[in-house]
């Protein structure tokens, strides 16, 4: 299939957690935060989920290292969002991606700020091959992936990811909300391969993974 090169950046404590069950989500360090600004400047479009854009309300932009500002893109099944949110700031710059029965009134409300809107079918979560394919033929060639741990899910077991980055911070909660959070993982479903450690800030480490399977290729 025709789709972009797909990384997933991330940063969790040592029990591979990315928040604690209050969502609390404050892992990185310093050069942690230039590494995932560094991410951002060398990819076309960063791509969040509903409730990271309404929990944490980033602005997705480039602001530690030299670059451009990617486009946003927000995943949102039922358009849950508002165009108050940071990731609007520059709604010519921002993607909804979302299903076909969404409220017509709600996606007029995003459209006639300039917000692009891709609609995909909804079956068990949205068609995300679909998705990644209408922004590749939009222009976006390389994907950042800056989700919560179910669009990490749906994106790795779906084969539409080819690298992740993450960063392992020195924390522990014991419970939260995972790295993968879709039900259990009790069996081997996904393999990776080391392309490059990175000691940050003494304490952090960041492990950039290749996925060996499941993976779909670029065509």
């Known amino acids: 299939m025709i789709r972009p090169y797909v990384t997933i950046?991330?940063?969790m404590t040592v029990d591979g957690k990315i928040a604690n069950s209050n969502k609390y989500s404050k892992l990185s360090?310093?050069?942690?935060?230039?590494?995932?600004?560094?991410?951002?400047?060398?990819?076309?479009a960063v791509m969040i989920g509903a409730n990271t854009a309404i929990v944490d309300n980033p602005s997705l932009t480039v602001r530690l290292v030299e670059g451009s500002s990617p486009y946003r893109i927000v995943v949102d099944s039922k358009l849950i969002i508002t165009p108050s949110l940071k990731i609007f700031s520059d709604p010519k710059r921002s993607i909804i991606i979302t299903s076909n029965d969404s409220d017509p009134k709600k996606l007029k409300e995003f459209e006639i700020t300039g917000v692009k809107?891709?609609?995909?079918?909804?079956n068990k979560g949205l068609d995300m091959e679909t998705a990644l394919r209408k922004l590749y033929e939009f222009g976006i060639k390389k994907l950042m992936?800056?989700?919560g741990g179910h669009l990490n899910y749906s994106l790795l077991f779906k084969g539409l990811v080819d690298e992740i980055w993450i960063t392992i911070s020195p924390y522990a909660f014991g419970g939260g909300i995972s790295f993968l959070e879709k039900g259990e993982l009790d069996e081997i479903k996904a393999e990776f391969y080391i392309k490059e450690i990175k000691q940050l800030c003494h304490n952090?480490?960041?492990?950039?993974?290749g996925v060996l399977y499941p993976k779909?290729?670029?065509v």
Do not use: A, M, P
């Open 216 to 218: 779909k290729s670029i």
């Open 204 to 209: 952090w480490v960041n492990i950039r993974y």
């Open 29 to 44: 360090c310093n050069e942690d935060f230039k590494l995932q600004h560094y991410l951002r400047s060398i990819n076309d």
């Open 117 to 122: 809107i891709i609609k995909v079918e909804r």
């Open 145 to 147: 992936v800056e989700g």
């Open 9 to 11: 950046f991330s940063t």
